[in-house]
């Protein structure tokens, strides 16, 4: 806008006017600049803090604790199925069978027998074994040697204490890994623990920072209304010089009441009201309403469209559908005229009016 100025005259209206703005609107950048600077200071920074570091640690640690919940949960039911096994071989009698076992105990399959055999126990000759086990065979396919006490062992038939003792071994491993897995969950839960309860004073800090965001947007935006406001006035003021003995102003509505609707409006040209006061600033215009007079010529009647309060003393409170007299000062804002209704006379904006011709 400021090359743009240059290049058209800055001392042309339309090149002045693109200086005011250019300005306003370097004012506005920097206002944001700094909004942005603050709410990384006073916000971001703490809380990229706080997620890049307490809160993987956090995260961390809890994943841990549920590794450490899980290997306990393993323990408790390896050791149950300890104890159940171990009760179940105690009420099933004196011995626990092979699995392989379907024949009478002190005999074995010939063929496997030779397999098993150690080699201190050797099968007695054919003669002497048939002269002391005459009905120790039979037909028609098999012969059936007696077993020692050293293969039935071999076999897997252990007696009822032997097995005991396995299974309490086993009973006894179980309860040892689930007393440490207990012991592991118990320290990580603390430290998990002492951890979450660091929380509480980082909510804290955490508030502080959020409090202060709002309050550096709340100046942002603060800035930014005041310098649009700035330009507004200056642009408003200089268009009496720019547009000189006319007025021109829209009479088309702002979004009106949920509970109305805006009828059509046309736009109207109003004549400016010679005063003398043509050349003082909208502000004593605004303070020297009572002393101006309404022309003969120049006014116009307005239709109110919507009920509007009036902000302060310069300004003339409406009522819906009621109609008014209207007219315009030099100098003054486009978006308001000086009303009139009885002996009661204030400023009005223009959006609040139809114009009637």
């Known amino acids: 806008m400021a090359e743009a100025a240059s290049e058209l005259g800055p001392s042309t209206p339309y ?35 706080f997620l890049e570091g307490d809160w993987k640690t956090i995260s ?16 408790k039911a390896r050791l149950k199925k300890a104890k159940a096994a171990e009760a179940k071989a105690t009420c099933e009698g004196d011995t626990v069978p092979d699995f392989q076992e379907t024949r009478p ?45 050293s293969v039935t062992l071999a076999r897997g038939c252990l007696p009822l204490p032997e097995d005991r003792k396995l299974w309490n071994d086993e009973v006894d491993k179980a309860e040892q890994e689930l007393r440490v897995a207990q012991t592991e969950f118990d ?37 930014c209304y005041r310098h649009m406001l700035d330009l507004q006035k200056q642009l408003g003021s200089s268009q ?10 829209t009479t088309e509505p702002a979004s009106p009441p949920l509970s109305s609707t805006s009828p059509t409006t046309t736009a109207a040209t109003m004549p400016v009201v010679p005063t003398g006061a043509a050349l003082a600033p909208p502000e004593e215009a605004a303070l020297c309403l009572e002393e101006v007079a309404p022309p003969a010529s120049g006014t116009r009647k307005a239709r109110v469209l919507y009920d509007y309060e009036a902000a302060d003393s310069s300004e003339l409170a409406l009522l819906a559908d009621e109609l008014i ?3 315009s000062l030099p100098g003054m804002d486009p978006d308001w005229l000086i009303g009139e209704r009885g002996n009661k006379k204030g400023k009005v904006p223009v959006t609040y009016l139809e114009l009637l011709s």
């Open 325 to 327: 007299t209207v007219y």
């Open 15 to 49: 090149g002045k006017t693109l200086i005011k703005v250019s300005e306003a609107e370097k004012r506005l950048g920097a206002a944001e600049r700094d909004f942005i600077h603050t709410a990384s200071l006073s916000f971001l920074t703490p809380l990229r803090n």
């Open 105 to 149: 105990r002190n005999y074995i399959l010939s063929a496997s027998a030779s397999a098993t055999l150690d080699d201190t126990s050797r099968s007695p000759p054919w003669a002497e074994w048939k002269e002391k086990h005459p009905g120790g065979w039979r037909l028609p396919c098999f012969f059936l040697l007696p077993l020692t006490p």
């Open 240 to 249: 009496g010089a720019i547009f000189p003995g006319t007025f021109v102003g």
């Open 60 to 75: 961390k640690e809890r994943r841990l604790l549920q590794n450490r919940r899980l290997d306990l949960d393993a323990c």
């Open 187 to 223: 320290r990580q839960a603390e430290v998990t623990r002492l951890l979450l309860e660091g929380i509480s004073s980082t909510h804290v800090n955490h508030l502080r920072c959020l409090h202060e965001f709002v309050k550096s947007q709340t100046t942002y935006y603060a800035q």
